[in-house]
């Protein structure tokens, strides 16, 4: 990479961590995810920042195959194969 060239940032620290591979983004209290249709996407909405942060970091940062959703994907997709 070249001095003064754009250096694409992750939008937060989430987004730098997130390890689910069905994550896509979050902004104040929502994360976004895969929906259950290629062309959807699926928004969790937390009742405050601090609560969809902390559910970050215990499933989406980490141990993202207990997340409910994480899951609920994994067994859509083990019924489409
Ligand atoms: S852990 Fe759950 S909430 Fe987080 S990105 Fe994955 S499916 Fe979505």
Not at 26 to 44: F, L, P, Q, T, Y
Request: with cysteine.
């Amino acid at each position: 990479m070249k001095k003064g060239e754009d250096v694409e940032m992750p939008a937060s620290y989430e987004d730098k961590y997130a390890l689910c591979p069905y994550y896509h983004t979050n902004e104040n209290r929502k994360i976004k995810c895969d929906g259950v249709e290629e062309m959807a996407s699926m928004h969790s909405i937390f009742k405050s920042d601090a609560a969809k942060k902390e559910y970050m970091k215990k499933y989406c940062c980490r141990d993202w195959k207990k997340c409910r959703y994480a899951r609920m994907m994994n067994a859509m997709w083990e019924e489409k194969l």
